[in-house]
């Protein structure tokens, strides 16, 4: 008996013991990918910066327009080489870190990065409706699995980094440390067991603390809230529910929608369906702009009530089929911002036809955007915890 009890102290020690080298584990690859994902972001901004820059010269000079579109063409090409050099670099990277930890994949850590890196800022510099968590997951992921090989880790034990790793992704991405957990317990590992939560939480805040040392304490998204809704009110927010579930089920039908008619361009290699995109955007950049891009634009005009109810629902359209294109290409970018921004102006056409039929006061339209993108993301992802902490954090 006392063998036995002694047996079973050891196992409990040895437990808890491995636990507290998992989240010392957790915080060092939390430093990896939160400097993998910093960098990122750094790049990102610079990216978006000179796509500004290239428009307003080709703006500028009419003559060199044609000089743009060559250009556009000519990153496209390099896209298309890249993710024929490394076909998991296509696309948002959320998907393939998901069939890492399945088994299905073994993605080489090295060339993913480096790949992802290069692919996904050129279509930032491009002006595709994409955004950066995605590659912001899935470098993570990779730092994690990195740090695994580089450490001779068994597979149990890799599986864990590279979800810390992913966790560290998010966060830096969005300075958004209890999502960046929730997101990967819900959606990526589907695992609530306490190693894999202390683990990837203390991942998370590492890399959110890296972030804000970076880029400071301001959220993503700047949506004022002037007061709280009132409980008569109410109602509408579960009216918005059902707005929100429809519109998020009709974003994935439209997804698969727009994958089908990629499909059957037989005639292009898949590698070669971002060229698409980047020829649209090259004609948005010179129509409409403001759906360039992951949305910051767009979000902080209606944010900001620059919009008219008219331009709300323009915009709204063209951005979700321009979003379509781009998610349908297999570009390397994240179709999570964008989603929320769409999100967002499902709010904002839902609050401003409250204002013209129910009276509602607008001064509440703030409220209603954050809800429909919590609203719109669960529909979507159908992970509601964790769009009711990315909602919190991301405002």
């Known amino acids: 008996m006392q063998k036995r009890t002694n047996s079973a102290k050891k196992i409990i020690e040895h437990t808890h013991n491995q636990r507290y080298i998992m989240i010392i584990e957790g915080a060092l690859v939390g430093v990896a990918a939160g400097l993998v994902a910093v960098a990122y972001r750094m790049a990102m901004d610079w990216s978006l910066s000179l796509h500004t820059f290239i428009l307003n010269w080709a703006d500028d000079y009419w003559w060199l327009v044609g000089v743009f579109f060559v250009l556009l063409f000519a990153m496209a090409m390099v896209v298309a080489a890249l993710i024929k050099w490394e076909p998991y670099i296509a696309g948002s990277g959320i998907p393939q870190v998901e069939g890492e930890l399945k088994g299905y994949f073994d993605m080489p850590w090295i060339r993913v990065i480096i790949g992802k890196l290069a692919a996904s800022l050129l279509c930032i510099i491009g002006g595709l409706s994409l955004g950066r968590e995605g590659p912001s997951v899935q470098l993570g992921a990779m730092a994690g699995k990195g740090y695994a090989r580089m450490r001779d880790k068994d597979n149990l034990r890799e599986r864990y980094l590279i979800t810390c790793g992913a966790s560290a992704g998010l966060s830096a991405a969005f300075n958004c440390p209890l999502s960046g957990v929730m997101f990967v317990l819900e959606e990526i590992h589907k695992d609530y067991s306490l190693t894999v939560l202390f683990s990837a939480m203390t991942s998370a805040v590492v890399a959110d603390y890296i972030s804000k040392m970076a880029f400071g304490m301001n959220p993503v998204f700047h949506i004022a809230l002037t007061q709280n809704l009132p409980l008569s009110t109410y109602w509408m927010v579960l009216v918005l529910g059902v707005f929100t579930g429809i519109?998020?089920?009709?974003?994935?039908?439209?997804?698969?929608?727009?994958?089908?008619?990629?499909?059957?361009?037989?005639?292009?290699?898949?590698?070669?369906?971002?060229?698409?995109?980047?020829?649209?955007?090259?004609?948005?950049?010179?129509?409409?702009?403001?759906?360039?891009?992951?949305?910051?634009?767009?979000?902080?005009?209606l944010s900001g009530g620059e919009l008219g109810f008219k331009m709300i629902c323009i915009l709204f359209l063209i951005k979700f089929a321009y979003s379509m294109m781009c998610f349908g290409s297999g570009a390397p970018g994240g179709s999570l911002a964008p989603m929320l921004v769409i999100g967002a102006f499902v709010g904002g056409i839902y609050s401003n036809l409250l204002v013209m039929a129910a009276g509602l006061d607008p001064a509440f339209l703030g409220n209603f955007i954050i809800l429909a993108m919590a609203g719109y993301f669960a529909a979507i992802v159908r992970a509601p915890l964790t769009a009711i902490v990315l909602a919190c954090e991301l405002t």
């Open 247 to 301: 519109t998020g089920a009709l974003f994935n039908q439209s997804v698969a929608f727009t994958g089908k008619i990629y499909e059957k361009l037989k005639l292009i290699p898949s590698r070669f369906h971002p060229v698409i995109p980047f020829m649209v955007a090259g004609i948005l950049g010179f129509v409409l702009p403001q759906v360039l891009g992951d949305g910051h634009v767009m979000l902080n005009a």
